[in-house]
């Protein structure tokens, strides 16, 4: 990847999903009704602070820290004794001036070789001496990144250019600026600061172009520059001192940022501040060493500010005011290149903790900015410098490094030391230039500091014992459980402070001060800081749970809208079976009362899932039962079929029932009474079974809802009619006889009958006709057998055959009637009205075989027993001559034509249907009961018909076999 395309870092805080999960498909259907109020994202922009969330386009300034490289040129001369004109053209402070060390080496070849090497503007190679790699030590190294190299043969002017115009403009525009020398001693930091008359350094050349760019604007925007020198030195070594240079020398004091007492002296041309930086020169501390001959004891800071512009006499108090700094450090010294003893070597001591603690600044900026969770460490408080410059080296503005480096070889581990150290500084980002000296409000410090070195000696042991008890209050801090333990813990930490600033005070009186300032406040920041901590961690867990909960959230949403998706699905199925599913109507219809399931289907639907289910079970289970009891029934009417086609009519002859069934129509007179003493003999079939009774008393329910007959009364009371048939043995006889004449007779009249059935308006034509037909037909047909009852045994034995093939339609037209829902009154009324003989005969007709052709097969007379159907048909058509059917078909013409019906599909159903009451079998029951009882009544008396019917059988048989 292309290092120059990468987008750069955003400064945002990335928080891991942990486990990544897989992306879900999304579902296809969504209901409405599951629509869930969106849950807004965590307001990470509200509680992450800004400076994590800042944009890198939008920030200010995104650059590194400026680095420069100025290499001094080789020495001509080795350092001699001091002269009266020092190295620049500054006056030099003679009060401050020490003499040169007594013994000191002033020892400088002329033919030192050159261990730098300028690679380019950017980079250079350090290599070791020559003596050194009979040692076998490193022998080159490579530095490179930096802003720019300037050789030693670069002048003040390509280095002010390059470097320092940059900032002054950027002064004169109103951004703060600062720039500082690092280098070992002797290196050219003054120099290229100050320089010389002749060749003045970076301070007069600034104030020039400061000067030359405001001058011809001087008057129209009353502009106005400060300027401000003072140094920092060390009182042998102990304490700290700030000196003001352009006052009388007087010692001004600081309080932690901020130089109280120093005098800011408002230049107006380039000649006044040259003054002024003269008059600074001659104060500042020097001494004379092995290395420099004016080596320069302090670190010295020049200010030049730039007043705001008035407005009407007053200074604006929102505008600020920008400040160029320029810092020449003291340069870094060994002990044995410098020689120093005594209260030297204590200065350089503070010097070189000074230049250490500045760069531990910059290396936790640096450490801070590549991690932000590393806290940036509070090293400036180790010195007043660093406490100068607390904005600069926390990236607060902008600074540029300047550093020097000497040539000659021997000089390699000075230059080594400086180039390892500084290299990394320029690393530094500036991202969040402050564009005022406002000193910001949100620091993230820790309280800690990493004096490694052991020459740090007093100073550093006050730095690790402050650095102890700042990790010390830290950890009892972060402890939110011991409130009452951490409030004591506290003011003893607070004396304890206290008492160590007491105890070093001998050592460092300047720091006792300043480290009693700044406990009290240090304290309430490391509580505050280490509060916002816990806040902050809080705020990231919620935050975190708050989208696992985002998560679990929709997945519930997925889930709910597949189930909402499956709900349908079986819905739709639910639909489409109950459209599809005939047994519904079916259910409507019947009145068996065992198909409640079936009823239940035509209730209204619940909408309850479960319900649906179940209702689809039990229609299930209704289903499985109906067509199970279908096919028992339909076994059962295979089984009757096959039996009536082996019975015989001749059973009822001899069948006791005969005379046992009594009359459930109860006659008026006697021409009517046989003819119902006929009827009743198969209505006594039907009654001798239960099932049958049942069914009789259902229709006679149906009856007694509208009108009370006489058979509903005769129903409830068969016994009464059965007593009475036994007393009249005649009239049985003559029922028997009539059983065979009107089972004989039973198509006729039962096809009359449904003929007027299927006419809604004969109804009451049937209900009349069966009545009066009882009155008519019976006496008709009594008539007939009355007066020819043989011929009506004939005619009966012929009919009772067709009617046990017929049986079925008769039925079948009632059951075509049942198919439609009009057919339910209808036939309630047609059975109401129908007066019941017709339901009963229906109902007879049907029993009849199941009775009869089982008892008496015995007695079965081939005679009597035809073949089939059609011979009945056809002795009902042809009337063939010398058959005692004759008599029989003078005996129907005499009847009104009956027309014979076909068998309906729909009658297959209903007998199915009615075959499902089992009549037969117990029907057989009911026989044991009361036949028996009646069979001993009527079977010794035989009425005259009975007789007639025998010898009729009798003499039909001999014919036959004649
Ligand atoms: N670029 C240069 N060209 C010519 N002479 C230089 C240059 N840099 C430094 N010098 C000379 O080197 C000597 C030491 O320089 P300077 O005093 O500036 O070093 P320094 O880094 O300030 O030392 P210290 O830290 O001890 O003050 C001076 O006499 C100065 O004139």
Known sequence: MDPNTSPPCPGTITVRRNPPRRARATPKMTPKSFDLP???SFPNDDVLPAQTQQNPSTSPENEN?????RIRPLSSSPIQAPRVIGKSAWPKNPAKKNVPVAGAKVSKSKNSTACITVNDSQSVTLSTPVSWHESKRIKSETYGGFSHVFSSDSSQFQVYERMVKPLVEEFLGGKSGMLAALGPSGSGKTHTVFGTPRDPGMVPLALRHIFEDAEPHAKQTSRTFYMSIFEICSERGKAEKLFDLLSDGGEISMHQSTVKGLKEVPISNTEQAESLIAQAALKRATAMTNTNSQSSRSQCIINIRDAPPKCKGAVNPKSNSAVLTIIDLAGAEREKRTGNQGARLLESNFINNTLMVFGLCLRSLLEHQKNPKKPLQKHFQSSMLTKYLRDYLEGKKRMSLILTAKLGEEDYLDNSYLLRQASPYMQIKYNEVEPSNIVPKKRHYQASSIMDDAKLSPLSENLKRMRLVSEHTEQIFFCPQNDKRNVEE??????????LGKLDANSSVSF???????VPSERSHIIMQNFAKVIWNVL????SKLKVAEMEIESLKESIGNEKTKYLEIETQLNEFKARCTCCKVGKIKNDPEDSSSVSLAQPHNSEQEVAEMEIESLKESIGNEKTKYLEIETQLNEFKACCTCCKVGKIKNDPEDSSSVSLAQPHNSEQEETFHAESSFLARVDQSDE??????????LLDSENTDRETLSLSKPEHHSALKVDDGSKILSSSSKARLDQSDEQPTVGTSCTQLDAE????????SLLKAGDNNALEVEAVCIISSESFDALSLSEVRVDQSDEELTLGTSGRQLDSEKSDREISISLSKAEDHIALEVEAVRKIPSKLFVSSSSTEDENLDPSSPKDASSTKTDNPVGDPRDKIGVDI???PPKPKRTLMPSSSMLSRDLSTFDLCDESEKLKGNRGTRKLAAHEPQRSNGSISLLHLLQLRKGNLHG
């Open 38 to 40: 969106e849950i807004s």
């Open 65 to 69: 820290l400026k680095v420069f490289l």
């Open 490 to 499: 506290r003011e003893n930490i607070t004396k304890d402070t206290s008492a």
């Open 512 to 518: 006792e001060s300043e480290f009693d300032r700044q």
């Open 540 to 543: 990231k867990q919620y935050n």
């Open 692 to 701: 049958e009774g049942l069914v009789l008393s259902t229709s006679c329910t």
């Open 761 to 768: 308006v004969s109804d009451r034509k049937i209900s009349t």
């Open 893 to 895: 013409s005499r009847k």
